[in-house]
């Protein structure tokens, strides 16, 4: 996917208060080995280096955009590389991290177990993702991209979330020998203080697998109607959107 740092960064303070509630459940060791799938500009990447005891943390992303951001700083790696690739690699870790990265992998019910197999004994998942299928700006977008002409546009492709229910991912860390589970959804409120606060936020993120499959008018069609619908379900300024996220994490 196309990323657009400066786009993502306008919702910052927005999308580090998860990342906060997700760092309290870890228990920090000395010399942790660590890695952060999808770290984007590795800025919560340091920040969980900062909360831990010398530990070695590599960020992945497949952004060259994001990671052209990241900080430079001892015992704080970033490379190129996607997530999938990443979990092929046998390399085992005393902490998997991921802040609002896995919700863009299909096949959860393949994807968690093989990330459980990279954890050393001992060690810890933790996982924060947006619940796409509940949150409205993704909804209204899915259902957009099913009507025509954008259907035809797209070859009548979507990208439905592959994000699992709370029960099913419970389900998959018990039966892969989790331990002190800790799952739950939580609202983060985000309020609009002008028009397009709604459409600005997930543009950077949800509307960019759109963006790379359509030519240039077909966006622009598709963003000016977007508008439109995300203005009817918020008719006023200030509104407030709902924004579910799942916090995950389990020991091993």
């Given amino acids: 996917m196309t990323w657009d740092p400066k786009k993502y960064n306008e919702f910052k ?25 999808g770290c984007g ?30 900080p430079v700083q001892e015992n704080l790696l970033f490379k190129e590389k996607t997530i999938l690739e990443q979990i092929e690699d046998e390399t085992k870790w005393d902490l998997i991290f991921s802040n609002a990265a896995l919700q863009w992998i299909d096949n959860h019910n393949k994807l968690f177990p093989k990330i459980i197999s990279r954890i050393n004994p001992g060690g810890q ?4 993702m947006p619940q796409q299928n509940e949150n409205i700006l993704n909804k209204i977008l899915l259902q957009l991209v099913q009507e025509e002409p954008f259907a035809s546009y ?73 508008k439109k619908r995300i203005d009817a379900y918020f008719p006023v300024v200030p509104s407030i959107y709902a924004f579910r996220r799942l916090i995950i994490y389990a020991k091993f």
């Fill in 154 to 226: 797209l070859k009548n492709w979507t990208r439905p979330s592959p994000v699992l229910t709370l029960d099913e991912y419970a389900k998959i860390l018990f039966e892969n020998d989790g331990k002190d589970l800790a799952l739950y959804e939580k609202v983060y409120p985000i309020i609009s203080n002008k028009k397009d606060d709604f459409f600005n936020f997930i543009s950077g993120s949800a509307l960019t697998v759109y963006q790379e499959r359509l030519g240039e008018n077909e966006f622009a069609a598709l963003t000016a109607e977007f």
């Fill in 41 to 70: 500009t590795g800025e919560l990447t340091q920040k969980l280096h900062q909360k831990l005891t010398n530990p070695l943390i590599l960020g992945i992303d497949n952004s060259a955009e994001m990671l052209a951001k990241a």
């Fill in 13 to 37: 303070a927005e999308r580090s208060k998860p990342f906060d509630d997700l760092t309290s459940h870890i228990i920090d060791k000395p010399n942790l080995k660590v890695i952060d799938l």
């Fill in 125 to 128: 998942l933790a996982v924060q």
